[in-house]
């Protein structure tokens, strides 16, 4: 079995900053790509950002790009996403969203985490 286990979430004043981080553990042979999603209360999920577990492939979302940056550890499985600029309209729950292939198996899967909560406001 796969876990993606977020966090870093919170509640930050509009400009601030946030880290989030996400930790893939278990049978995990090997990763292709890793990212975040994002839902915000009474919209639909949405794609943020994800990067290539080699090379240096990173996509953003247009909403995010030039605030957001995605980055990896590959020793420690963990994608991190640095959030500047953060507006109101950037609050939901983030998601980490993991394309990778178990041990004994001989296709990608995709895993999300369970979410964590980020709060924009005054």
């Known amino acids: 079995q796969v876990q993606l286990v977020e966090s870093g979430g919170g509640l930050v004043q509009p400009g601030g900053s946030l880290r989030l981080s996400c930790v893939a553990s278990g049978s995990i042979f090997s990763i292709t790509t890793m990212g975040w999603y994002r839902q915000a209360p009474g919209k639909e999920r949405e794609f943020v950002a994800h990067i290539s577990w080699s090379g240096c492939s990173t996509s953003y979302a247009d909403s995010v790009k030039g605030r957001f940056t995605i980055s990896r550890d590959n020793a420690k499985n963990t994608v991190y996403l640095q959030m500047n600029s953060l507006k109101p309209e950037d609050t939901a729950v983030y998601y980490c969203?993991?394309?990778?292939?178990?041990?004994?198996?001989?296709?990608?899967?995709?895993?999300w985490g369970q979410g964590t909560h980020v709060t924009v406001s005054s």
């Open positions: 969203n993991g394309v990778l292939r178990v041990r004994g198996r001989y296709i990608d899967n995709v895993y």
